[in-house]
């Protein structure tokens, strides 16, 4: 499989297949293909789909078959960007829960839970997040632009959880609580932060859905109660 990402706004990712070849993607990610791409919808089982809904995805994914030399193109659900993942035995990537958009059929998806008490109860969004492994390359969206640190053993980075896109597997995620009363309540930043601890690399994005969303909310206009 080779593939080029085109555009930077509402990227999307080509993928140009040989006969044989496979592709794994979410529900309604396909954007355009050649006519010899043949589609099956798949629940990958009782428990991979279950995991898939703990994960905020949809219950079923499709898998689409090249019949031939063709390519297919996979679509940006929000104006961000796409990037690639090399998935290799023992280097697994943790996704959040809506950062998947398509994979190479050797790539597994699993359900990724923090084992945390703290992350479990407060770290909303970034309690359930989906894990990458076996071999192959998997893209992810990004929401807005994109910031990659390298953490040293030991080293941490707070994050509001909204800009958390994925980490090695390496890397350990924790909840930690705004302090001081006032900074809580008046701070406008939320109750928690997470806290990502190396060794790993880290992958930050810069307007996450959810932000976007509620700032857009004051100004849309409402009808009459």
Known sequence: MNYEIISQ??????????????MRTERG?????????????????????LGRMFAGEALFQNVYTATAPGMIAFGSSFPGRII????????????????????EMGVELSVHFNQKLGSGFFGGEGFVMQRLSGQGTAFIEVDGDLV????????????????VLAFTH????????????KNML???????????TGPGTIWLQTMPMASFVNALLPHIPRGNA
């Open 9 to 22: 706004a509402y990227p999307v990712v080509v993928c140009h297949l040989q006969a044989g070849e496979q």
């Open 29 to 49: 990610s396909m954007a355009w293909m050649d006519p010899c791409m043949t589609m099956e919808t798949s629940g990958g089982g009782l428990g991979g789909a």
């Open 84 to 103: 690639p993942l090399d998935i290799q035995p023992g280097v697994d990537f943790i996704v959040q829960k809506t950062g998947f958009l398509a994979a």
């Open 148 to 163: 990659t640190y390298d953490l040293a053993p030991g080293q941490q980075m707070i994050v509001d959880t909204g800009n």
């Open 170 to 181: 390496t890397v350990s995620i924790d909840i930690q609580r705004v302090q001081g009363a």
């Open 186 to 196: 008046f701070g406008g930043e939320g109750l928690f932060n997470t806290v990502l």
